[in-house]
């Protein structure tokens, strides 16, 4: 949808992850999307460096999430949004958000 803006498509997949999950990985995002690894990791790379996330370690794993001081945030997440709105219903059904663990046993519904 906006790969006319953003470049790739891969680029605008892994925005709207980070901006749908909250935070992620690179493989976790490539296997999610069934997207090539380096790929993500490149798009993830030159958000970084250009101010629009920012990573942090958890072991060895670097989890990337979206910069809350970046100066166009609420511009780009407006632009994500109203994209997403107009995805094909498959692509739609992705962003769902879905639990990433599973409920504790003894938790009640």
């Known amino acids: 949808m906006l ?3 953003l470049g790739t498509q891969n680029r605008e997949l892994t925005l709207q992850y980070l901006l749908v ?20 990791q490149n798009q993830l790379k030159n958000f ?3 101010g629009l996330a920012l990573s942090k ?4 794993t670097r989890v ?3 910069n809350p ?14 994209a997403r709105a ?3 219903p498959e692509l739609k059904e992705k ?11 003894e938790k009640p519904l």
Do not use: C, W
């Open 3 to 5: 790969e006319v803006l």
């Open 21 to 40: 999950f909250k935070e992620g990985y690179a493989r976790e995002i490539a296997s999610y999307f069934d997207a090539p690894l380096p790929s993500i």
């Open 48 to 50: 970084e460096n250009a």
């Open 57 to 60: 370690m958890h072991g060895k």
């Open 64 to 66: 990337y999430s979206l």
């Open 69 to 82: 001081r970046y100066a166009f945030l609420e511009e780009v997440t407006a632009l994500l949004n109203k």
């Open 86 to 88: 107009y995805y094909k």
């Open 95 to 105: 962003f769902e958000l879905q639990r990433k663990r599973p409920r504790r046993v």
